[in-house]
Nanobody, 115 residues
Framework: QVQLVESGGGLVHPGGSLSLSCAAS????????MSWYRQGPGKQRELVALITSERMINYAESLRGRLTISRDNGAETVSLEMNNLKPEDTAVYYCHAAWNALTYWGRGTQVTVSS
């Protein structure tokens, strides 16, 4: 059974930082492109950051400079560090795994940026 389990969300003040983690099981993790998406209130789900199986990295243009995505194939985890958080970053953040036609989603972790 494939599982992607996110952790690390919570409440943070504007300007603060958070580190999200996604633990994968049931897949050959090193083969998969891993990414983080988010869905804010009343908004569509959008891509935040991607790290491919070859460790190529891409960030959403609006978030570039505030994010760092990384992966640990041995631990089968993908992490997302977020800095200088803003209220508009409030969203549910989802972990996503993709390999060929196979895609999987985690259940998400809530990030709330508020004073």
């Amino acid at each position: 059974q494939v599982q992607l389990v996110e952790s690390g969300g919570g409440l943070v003040h504007p300007g603060g930082s958070l580190s999200l983690s996604c633990a994968a099981s049931g897949i050959d993790f090193s083969w998969y492109d891993m990414s983080w998406y988010r869905q804010g209130p009343g908004k569509q789900r959008e891509l935040v950051a991607l790290i491919t199986s070859e460790r190529m990295i891409n960030y959403a243009e609006s978030l570039r400079g505030r994010l760092t995505i990384s992966r640990d194939n041995g631990a089968e985890t993908v992490s997302l560090e977020m800095n200088n958080l803003k209220p508009e970053d409030t969203a549910v953040y989802y972990c996503h795994a993709a390999w060929n036609a196979l895609t999987y989603w985690g259940r998400g972790t809530q990030v709330t940026v508020s004073s």
